[in-house]
Protein backbone atom coordinates (compact mmCIF):
# COMPACT_ATOMS: atom_id res chain seq x y z
CA UNK A 1 0.00 0.00 0.00
CA UNK A 2 1.41 3.50 -0.72
CA UNK A 3 0.37 5.08 2.31
CA UNK A 4 2.32 8.09 1.11
CA UNK A 5 0.15 8.70 -1.87
CA UNK A 6 -2.72 8.95 0.65
CA UNK A 7 -0.90 10.97 2.89
CA UNK A 8 -0.27 13.71 0.04
CA UNK A 9 -3.97 13.63 -1.07
CA UNK A 10 -5.32 14.50 2.17
CA UNK A 11 -2.88 16.70 3.04
CA UNK A 12 -4.04 20.61 3.35
CA UNK A 13 -3.26 23.69 4.15
CA UNK A 14 -4.64 25.20 7.42
CA UNK A 15 -7.39 27.50 6.18
CA UNK A 16 -8.73 25.12 3.88
CA UNK A 17 -8.84 22.46 6.78
CA UNK A 18 -10.88 24.58 9.35
CA UNK A 19 -13.92 25.23 6.63
CA UNK A 20 -14.98 22.03 8.28
CA UNK A 21 -16.06 24.19 10.85
CA UNK A 22 -19.97 25.07 10.64
CA UNK A 23 -21.93 27.20 12.39
CA UNK A 24 -23.59 25.32 15.68
CA UNK A 25 -20.71 22.76 15.48
CA UNK A 26 -19.29 20.12 18.13
CA UNK A 27 -15.09 20.60 17.57
CA UNK A 28 -13.63 17.91 19.41
CA UNK A 29 -9.98 19.24 20.76
CA UNK A 30 -9.10 16.30 22.75
CA UNK A 31 -7.46 15.98 26.27
CA UNK A 32 -4.07 18.40 27.51
CA UNK A 33 -1.10 18.70 25.59
CA UNK A 34 -2.26 16.91 21.90
CA UNK A 35 -4.76 20.24 21.79
CA UNK A 36 -4.79 21.58 18.40
CA UNK A 37 -2.19 24.66 17.55
CA UNK A 38 -2.23 25.25 14.10
CA UNK A 39 -5.66 24.28 13.84
CA UNK A 40 -6.44 26.72 16.66
CA UNK A 41 -4.66 29.30 15.56
CA UNK A 42 -6.84 29.21 12.32
CA UNK A 43 -9.63 28.83 13.75
CA UNK A 44 -9.71 31.72 15.50
CA UNK A 45 -8.39 33.71 12.56
CA UNK A 46 -11.44 32.39 10.33
CA UNK A 47 -14.25 33.51 13.04
CA UNK A 48 -12.77 36.75 13.47
CA UNK A 49 -13.29 36.77 9.96
CA UNK A 50 -16.67 35.41 9.49
CA UNK A 51 -19.18 36.82 12.12
CA UNK A 52 -21.95 34.07 10.63
CA UNK A 53 -19.53 31.56 12.78
CA UNK A 54 -21.68 31.40 15.54
CA UNK A 55 -22.36 28.69 18.32
CA UNK A 56 -19.18 26.58 18.31
CA UNK A 57 -18.81 24.38 21.13
CA UNK A 58 -15.36 23.10 22.05
CA UNK A 59 -14.67 19.50 23.95
CA UNK A 60 -11.25 19.59 25.85
CA UNK A 61 -9.48 19.76 28.67
CA UNK A 62 -6.81 19.98 31.22
CA UNK A 63 -5.93 23.07 28.75
CA UNK A 64 -2.00 24.03 29.15
CA UNK A 65 -2.44 27.24 27.21
CA UNK A 66 -5.68 29.24 26.29
CA UNK A 67 -7.32 28.04 23.33
CA UNK A 68 -6.89 30.84 20.35
CA UNK A 69 -10.71 30.45 19.55
CA UNK A 70 -11.68 31.57 23.19
CA UNK A 71 -9.59 34.65 22.84
CA UNK A 72 -11.39 36.47 19.58
CA UNK A 73 -13.22 39.62 20.40
CA UNK A 74 -17.04 38.37 20.99
CA UNK A 75 -15.83 34.95 22.33
CA UNK A 76 -18.59 34.94 25.01
CA UNK A 77 -21.49 35.30 22.70
CA UNK A 78 -19.98 32.39 19.86
CA UNK A 79 -18.33 30.06 22.05
CA UNK A 80 -18.28 27.24 24.83
CA UNK A 81 -15.24 25.44 26.11
CA UNK A 82 -16.60 22.39 27.60
CA UNK A 83 -13.90 20.53 30.02
CA UNK A 84 -13.59 17.24 30.71
CA UNK A 85 -11.09 18.48 33.93
CA UNK A 86 -10.51 22.12 34.44
CA UNK A 87 -6.99 23.44 34.73
CA UNK A 88 -6.10 27.16 35.92
CA UNK A 89 -7.01 28.42 32.26
CA UNK A 90 -10.14 26.78 32.19
CA UNK A 91 -11.50 27.98 35.46
CA UNK A 92 -10.71 31.83 34.07
CA UNK A 93 -12.96 30.63 31.04
CA UNK A 94 -16.00 29.24 33.45
CA UNK A 95 -15.33 32.56 35.44
CA UNK A 96 -16.04 34.49 32.07
CA UNK A 97 -18.88 32.95 31.07
CA UNK A 98 -18.04 30.50 28.15
CA UNK A 99 -16.44 27.89 29.94
CA UNK A 100 -18.52 24.62 31.54
CA UNK A 101 -17.29 21.50 32.94
CA UNK A 102 -18.26 18.01 32.04
CA UNK A 103 -18.88 15.92 34.89
CA UNK A 104 -17.57 12.37 34.50
CA UNK A 105 -16.03 9.40 35.81
CA UNK A 106 -13.25 8.87 33.73
CA UNK A 107 -12.99 5.26 32.84
CA UNK A 108 -16.65 5.46 31.09
CA UNK A 109 -15.29 8.04 28.92
CA UNK A 110 -15.12 6.04 25.61
CA UNK A 111 -18.49 4.64 26.51
CA UNK A 112 -19.47 8.75 26.94
CA UNK A 113 -19.28 9.12 23.17
CA UNK A 114 -20.06 5.75 22.14
CA UNK A 115 -23.10 5.68 23.94
CA UNK A 116 -24.34 8.78 24.55
CA UNK A 117 -22.56 11.86 22.72
CA UNK A 118 -22.57 9.34 19.51
CA UNK A 119 -21.54 12.34 17.45
CA UNK A 120 -18.62 15.02 16.72
CA UNK A 121 -18.81 17.26 14.04
CA UNK A 122 -15.08 17.85 13.73
CA UNK A 123 -12.13 16.34 15.70
CA UNK A 124 -8.96 18.42 15.56
CA UNK A 125 -5.62 17.08 17.79
CA UNK A 126 -2.05 16.78 17.56
CA UNK A 127 -0.28 14.09 16.94
CA UNK A 128 2.99 12.21 15.79
CA UNK A 129 3.88 11.94 12.22
CA UNK A 130 2.47 8.95 10.23
CA UNK A 131 4.70 5.73 10.81
CA UNK A 132 5.48 3.39 7.15
CA UNK A 133 2.08 1.19 8.66
CA UNK A 134 -0.02 4.38 7.86
CA UNK A 135 -0.48 5.17 11.40
CA UNK A 136 -0.49 8.85 13.57
CA UNK A 137 0.47 7.80 17.12
CA UNK A 138 -1.83 9.82 19.72
CA UNK A 139 1.15 10.48 21.29
CA UNK A 140 0.65 10.98 25.37
CA UNK A 141 -2.58 11.18 24.90
CA UNK A 142 -4.58 8.02 24.14
CA UNK A 143 -7.60 8.54 26.42
CA UNK A 144 -10.59 8.35 24.75
CA UNK A 145 -9.33 9.51 21.70
CA UNK A 146 -9.99 5.90 19.66
CA UNK A 147 -13.64 6.42 20.60
CA UNK A 148 -13.70 10.27 19.52
CA UNK A 149 -12.19 9.38 16.14
CA UNK A 150 -14.89 6.98 16.36
CA UNK A 151 -18.45 9.15 16.26
CA UNK A 152 -16.66 12.12 14.42
CA UNK A 153 -17.92 12.91 11.16
CA UNK A 154 -14.65 14.72 10.15
CA UNK A 155 -11.41 13.63 11.72
CA UNK A 156 -8.23 16.62 11.08
CA UNK A 157 -4.87 15.53 11.75
CA UNK A 158 -2.35 18.36 12.75
CA UNK A 159 1.34 16.29 12.81
CA UNK A 160 3.53 17.63 14.88
CA UNK A 161 7.08 15.80 14.48
CA UNK A 162 7.68 16.79 18.38
CA UNK A 163 4.98 14.44 19.45
CA UNK A 164 6.58 11.74 21.63
CA UNK A 165 5.28 7.88 20.12
CA UNK A 166 3.94 6.02 22.93
CA UNK A 167 3.70 2.43 22.84
CA UNK A 168 2.85 -0.56 23.59
CA UNK A 169 -1.41 -0.33 24.02
CA UNK A 170 -4.37 -0.85 22.24
CA UNK A 171 -6.42 2.07 20.59
CA UNK A 172 -3.69 4.54 20.85
CA UNK A 173 -3.48 5.73 17.14
CA UNK A 174 -5.41 6.46 13.87
CA UNK A 175 -4.90 5.24 10.20
CA UNK A 176 -4.58 7.58 6.99
CA UNK A 177 -7.47 5.69 5.76
CA UNK A 178 -9.95 6.81 8.84
CA UNK A 179 -8.28 10.58 8.61
CA UNK A 180 -10.06 13.26 6.51
CA UNK A 181 -7.52 15.63 6.32
CA UNK A 182 -3.82 16.05 7.49
CA UNK A 183 -2.43 19.33 8.31
CA UNK A 184 1.47 19.50 8.96
CA UNK A 185 2.18 21.97 12.21
CA UNK A 186 4.29 24.13 12.79
CA UNK A 187 6.74 22.06 15.01
CA UNK A 188 5.53 23.50 18.08
CA UNK A 189 7.63 22.20 21.26
CA UNK A 190 5.09 19.91 23.71
CA UNK A 191 3.60 22.23 26.10
CA UNK A 192 4.86 21.49 29.37
CA UNK A 193 3.59 21.19 32.97
CA UNK A 194 6.35 21.64 35.37
CA UNK A 195 5.93 20.02 38.95
CA UNK A 196 4.64 21.77 41.55
CA UNK A 197 6.45 23.10 44.52
CA UNK A 198 6.82 20.78 47.25
CA UNK A 199 5.96 22.31 50.63
CA UNK A 200 6.77 21.24 54.27
CA UNK A 201 2.72 20.16 55.07
CA UNK A 202 3.51 17.66 51.09
CA UNK A 203 6.78 16.79 52.83
CA UNK A 204 5.06 15.62 55.70
CA UNK A 205 1.69 14.05 54.05
CA UNK A 206 4.50 12.20 51.87
CA UNK A 207 6.82 11.13 55.02
CA UNK A 208 2.94 9.31 56.28
CA UNK A 209 3.06 7.12 52.85
CA UNK A 210 5.45 6.25 51.53
CA UNK A 211 6.37 3.48 55.08
CA UNK A 212 2.95 2.27 54.01
CA UNK A 213 4.43 1.05 50.33
CA UNK A 214 6.00 -2.47 50.10
CA UNK A 215 8.44 -3.79 47.82
CA UNK A 216 6.75 -4.66 44.51
CA UNK A 217 3.64 -2.74 44.96
CA UNK A 218 1.93 -0.46 41.89
CA UNK A 219 1.60 2.93 42.15
CA UNK A 220 -1.21 5.30 40.60
CA UNK A 221 0.08 8.72 41.49
CA UNK A 222 -2.12 12.28 40.80
CA UNK A 223 -0.68 15.29 39.78
CA UNK A 224 0.58 18.70 42.66
CA UNK A 225 2.89 19.00 45.46
CA UNK A 226 1.89 15.78 47.47
CA UNK A 227 2.57 13.57 44.47
CA UNK A 228 5.80 14.98 43.89
CA UNK A 229 6.57 14.72 47.53
CA UNK A 230 5.87 11.04 46.99
CA UNK A 231 7.81 10.42 44.44
CA UNK A 232 10.78 12.16 45.66
CA UNK A 233 11.24 10.12 48.79
CA UNK A 234 10.05 6.78 46.86
CA UNK A 235 13.25 7.59 44.73
CA UNK A 236 15.26 8.08 47.86
CA UNK A 237 14.21 5.11 49.55
CA UNK A 238 14.95 1.44 49.69
CA UNK A 239 12.06 0.59 48.13
CA UNK A 240 12.31 -1.74 45.04
CA UNK A 241 9.98 -3.58 41.91
CA UNK A 242 7.93 -1.42 42.19
CA UNK A 243 5.31 -1.20 39.12
CA UNK A 244 3.24 1.61 37.68
CA UNK A 245 -0.66 1.68 36.08
CA UNK A 246 -1.50 5.30 36.48
CA UNK A 247 -4.25 7.52 34.81
CA UNK A 248 -1.73 10.52 34.62
CA UNK A 249 1.80 9.77 33.54
CA UNK A 250 4.11 12.80 35.27
CA UNK A 251 8.01 13.79 35.98
CA UNK A 252 7.85 12.17 39.46
CA UNK A 253 7.78 8.58 37.63
CA UNK A 254 10.53 9.56 35.70
CA UNK A 255 12.85 10.34 38.71
CA UNK A 256 11.52 6.41 40.39
CA UNK A 257 12.69 5.10 37.47
CA UNK A 258 15.14 6.59 36.85
CA UNK A 259 16.64 5.63 40.94
CA UNK A 260 15.97 1.89 39.44
CA UNK A 261 12.64 1.62 41.40
CA UNK A 262 10.66 0.49 38.79
CA UNK A 263 10.63 -2.77 37.04
CA UNK A 264 6.88 -4.04 36.92
CA UNK A 265 8.42 -7.48 37.86
CA UNK A 266 5.98 -8.18 40.12
CA UNK A 267 2.49 -7.08 38.67
CA UNK A 268 0.05 -9.76 37.51
CA UNK A 269 -1.10 -7.30 34.40
CA UNK A 270 1.22 -5.61 31.95
CA UNK A 271 4.27 -7.52 33.60
CA UNK A 272 7.15 -4.85 32.83
CA UNK A 273 5.27 -2.31 31.33
CA UNK A 274 4.43 0.91 33.05
CA UNK A 275 0.87 1.87 32.22
CA UNK A 276 -0.64 5.39 31.59
CA UNK A 277 -3.28 7.01 29.47
CA UNK A 278 -2.42 10.56 29.52
CA UNK A 279 1.12 12.27 30.36
CA UNK A 280 1.86 15.82 31.10
CA UNK A 281 5.55 17.50 32.51
CA UNK A 282 8.14 18.63 31.24
CA UNK A 283 10.61 18.23 28.16
CA UNK A 284 12.54 15.08 30.58
CA UNK A 285 9.40 13.42 30.51
CA UNK A 286 8.50 13.83 26.74
CA UNK A 287 12.12 12.48 25.55
CA UNK A 288 11.87 9.45 28.68
CA UNK A 289 8.46 8.03 26.90
CA UNK A 290 8.73 8.50 23.36
CA UNK A 291 9.24 4.63 22.16
CA UNK A 292 9.85 3.91 25.26
CA UNK A 293 9.22 -0.36 25.23
CA UNK A 294 9.35 0.29 29.19
CA UNK A 295 5.65 2.35 28.63
CA UNK A 296 2.59 1.34 27.75
CA UNK A 297 -0.36 4.07 26.52
CA UNK A 298 -3.90 2.46 27.32
CA UNK A 299 -7.21 4.11 26.22
CA UNK A 300 -8.92 5.05 29.85
CA UNK A 301 -11.48 2.22 29.92
CA UNK A 302 -8.43 0.00 30.48
CA UNK A 303 -6.27 2.02 32.58
CA UNK A 304 -9.49 3.23 34.92
CA UNK A 305 -11.05 -0.39 35.19
CA UNK A 306 -11.18 -1.44 38.97
CA UNK A 307 -11.43 -4.84 37.53
CA UNK A 308 -8.36 -3.87 36.28
CA UNK A 309 -7.19 -2.19 39.09
CA UNK A 310 -8.17 -4.63 41.42
CA UNK A 311 -5.90 -7.30 39.85
CA UNK A 312 -2.83 -5.56 41.05
CA UNK A 313 -1.72 -6.45 43.78
CA UNK A 314 -0.73 -4.15 46.52
CA UNK A 315 -1.98 -1.16 44.30
CA UNK A 316 -0.89 2.32 45.69
CA UNK A 317 -3.28 5.49 45.15
CA UNK A 318 -2.57 8.70 45.92
CA UNK A 319 -4.98 11.63 45.44
CA UNK A 320 -6.07 15.14 46.78
CA UNK A 321 -8.91 16.57 47.68
CA UNK A 322 -10.17 20.01 48.27
CA UNK A 323 -12.09 19.63 51.45
CA UNK A 324 -13.05 16.84 53.96
CA UNK A 325 -16.23 16.18 56.12
CA UNK A 326 -16.81 15.19 59.48
CA UNK A 327 -18.95 12.24 57.57
CA UNK A 328 -15.54 11.33 55.47
CA UNK A 329 -17.25 12.72 52.01
CA UNK A 330 -14.54 13.95 50.07
CA UNK A 331 -14.99 17.02 47.58
CA UNK A 332 -11.34 17.32 44.95
CA UNK A 333 -13.89 18.88 42.37
CA UNK A 334 -15.27 22.65 44.05
CA UNK A 335 -15.51 24.46 46.73
CA UNK A 336 -18.96 24.81 47.35
CA UNK A 337 -20.02 26.29 43.77
CA UNK A 338 -16.85 27.30 42.50
CA UNK A 339 -15.45 25.30 40.01
CA UNK A 340 -11.83 23.75 40.45
CA UNK A 341 -10.75 20.73 38.55
CA UNK A 342 -12.79 17.70 38.22
CA UNK A 343 -13.49 14.30 39.08
CA UNK A 344 -11.22 12.43 36.59
CA UNK A 345 -9.95 8.85 38.00
CA UNK A 346 -10.17 9.69 42.09
CA UNK A 347 -13.47 7.19 42.23
CA UNK A 348 -12.03 4.68 39.82
CA UNK A 349 -8.79 4.37 41.89
CA UNK A 350 -10.46 4.58 45.40
CA UNK A 351 -12.51 1.64 44.45
CA UNK A 352 -9.92 -0.33 42.41
CA UNK A 353 -7.14 0.34 45.17
CA UNK A 354 -9.31 -1.25 47.77
CA UNK A 355 -10.48 -4.09 46.38
CA UNK A 356 -6.75 -4.68 45.19
CA UNK A 357 -5.31 -7.77 47.63
CA UNK A 358 -3.36 -5.53 49.81
CA UNK A 359 -4.09 -2.11 48.38
CA UNK A 360 -4.54 1.12 49.61
CA UNK A 361 -6.24 4.31 48.59
CA UNK A 362 -4.85 7.71 49.93
CA UNK A 363 -6.91 10.88 49.58
CA UNK A 364 -4.58 13.51 50.73
CA UNK A 365 -5.57 17.06 52.18
CA UNK A 366 -3.77 19.96 53.81
CA UNK A 367 -5.50 20.58 56.70
CA UNK A 368 -6.08 24.26 56.26
CA UNK A 369 -5.25 27.10 53.51
CA UNK A 370 -4.94 30.41 53.28
CA UNK A 371 -8.29 32.52 52.27
CA UNK A 372 -8.39 35.41 49.82
CA UNK A 373 -8.13 37.40 53.21
CA UNK A 374 -5.37 35.79 54.37
CA UNK A 375 -6.85 34.00 57.11
CA UNK A 376 -6.24 30.48 57.96
CA UNK A 377 -9.47 28.46 57.29
CA UNK A 378 -10.06 24.46 57.73
CA UNK A 379 -9.87 22.13 55.10
CA UNK A 380 -11.57 19.60 57.44
CA UNK A 381 -14.92 20.79 57.72
CA UNK A 382 -18.42 19.74 59.49
CA UNK A 383 -19.96 19.26 56.22
CA UNK A 384 -19.02 19.73 52.39
CA UNK A 385 -19.01 23.77 52.12
CA UNK A 386 -22.93 24.14 50.64
CA UNK A 387 -23.04 23.50 47.17
CA UNK A 388 -19.86 21.60 46.67
CA UNK A 389 -20.10 18.51 44.81
CA UNK A 390 -18.61 15.20 46.80
CA UNK A 391 -15.97 13.62 44.83
CA UNK A 392 -16.01 10.25 46.63
CA UNK A 393 -18.27 9.28 49.17
CA UNK A 394 -18.17 8.23 53.32
CA UNK A 395 -18.21 4.91 52.46
CA UNK A 396 -15.53 4.98 49.47
CA UNK A 397 -12.86 6.62 51.25
CA UNK A 398 -10.25 4.72 53.21
CA UNK A 399 -6.76 6.40 54.44
CA UNK A 400 -7.11 10.15 55.13
CA UNK A 401 -3.66 11.84 55.19
CA UNK A 402 -3.01 15.11 56.44
CA UNK A 403 0.25 16.82 57.96
CA UNK A 404 -1.11 16.05 61.65
CA UNK A 405 -1.61 12.30 60.39
CA UNK A 406 -3.12 9.27 58.53
CA UNK A 407 -6.47 7.64 59.53
CA UNK A 408 -8.32 4.57 58.07
CA UNK A 409 -11.88 5.37 58.01
CA UNK A 410 -13.51 2.17 57.03
CA UNK A 411 -15.89 0.25 59.08
CA UNK A 412 -15.74 3.40 61.30
CA UNK A 413 -19.31 4.61 62.99
CA UNK A 414 -19.83 7.99 62.43
CA UNK A 415 -19.08 8.94 65.98
CA UNK A 416 -15.89 7.08 65.39
CA UNK A 417 -14.82 8.63 62.13
CA UNK A 418 -15.86 12.27 63.13
CA UNK A 419 -12.72 11.41 66.53
CA UNK A 420 -10.90 10.23 63.59
CA UNK A 421 -11.11 12.95 61.19
CA UNK A 422 -10.82 15.44 63.78
CA UNK A 423 -7.76 13.90 64.63
CA UNK A 424 -5.64 14.92 61.89
CA UNK A 425 -7.64 18.55 61.67
CA UNK A 426 -5.01 21.76 62.44
CA UNK A 427 -5.34 21.80 65.90
CA UNK A 428 -6.52 25.31 66.02
CA UNK A 429 -9.59 24.10 64.90
CA UNK A 430 -10.39 21.12 66.46
CA UNK A 431 -12.23 22.43 69.83
CA UNK A 432 -14.48 24.07 66.94
CA UNK A 433 -15.32 21.18 64.92
CA UNK A 434 -15.68 18.89 67.89
CA UNK A 435 -18.86 21.06 69.17
CA UNK A 436 -20.04 21.05 65.44
CA UNK A 437 -19.54 17.28 65.49
CA UNK A 438 -21.82 17.34 68.83
CA UNK A 439 -24.67 19.03 66.91
CA UNK A 440 -24.69 16.86 64.17
CA UNK A 441 -25.28 13.85 66.92
CA UNK A 442 -21.83 12.15 65.62
CA UNK A 443 -19.88 13.06 68.26
CA UNK A 444 -19.70 10.56 71.45
CA UNK A 445 -19.65 11.83 75.46
CA UNK A 446 -16.50 9.60 75.89
CA UNK A 447 -14.49 10.54 72.45
CA UNK A 448 -11.04 11.11 72.93
CA UNK A 449 -10.71 15.03 73.02
Same mark, same amino acid.
Given at each position: ???????R???????????A????A?V??????????V?????A?? *?? $????L??????G???L?????T???D??????????????????????????? $?????????????E?????????????????????N????A?H???????A????????P? *????????????????V????????DP?????S??????D? *??????V?????????????????????Q??? $???????????????????D???????T????????????????AG??????Y??R??????????????????????????????????L?????????G????????? $?????????????????????????????????????Y?????????????????????????????????R???????A????R????????? *????R????R
Amino acid at each position: MDYQKKYREKRVTPQEAVKAVKPGAWVDYGLCVIHPRVLDRELARR *ME $QDPSLRDVNFRGGIALWQPEVTKIPDAKERVTWNSWHSSGIERKLIDQGMGFY $QPLRYSEMLRYYRENIRHVDVAMFQAAPMDRHGYFNFGISASHMSAVCQVADTIIVEVNPN *MPVCLGGHEAGIHIDQVSMVVEGEGDPMAEMPSGEISKTDQ *MMAGRIVPEIQDGACLQLGIGGISNAVSQQIA $QSDLKDLGVHTEMYVDGFVDIAAQGKVTGARKSLDRGRQVFTFAAGTKKLYDYVDRNPALMAAPVDYVNDIRVISSLDHFISVNNAVEVDLFGQVASESSGIRHISGAGG $QLDFVLGAYLSRGGKSFICCASTFRGRDGERKSRILPYITPGGVVTATRANIQYLVTEYGLVNLKGTTTWQRAEKVISVAHPDFRDGLIAQAEN *MHIWRASNKR
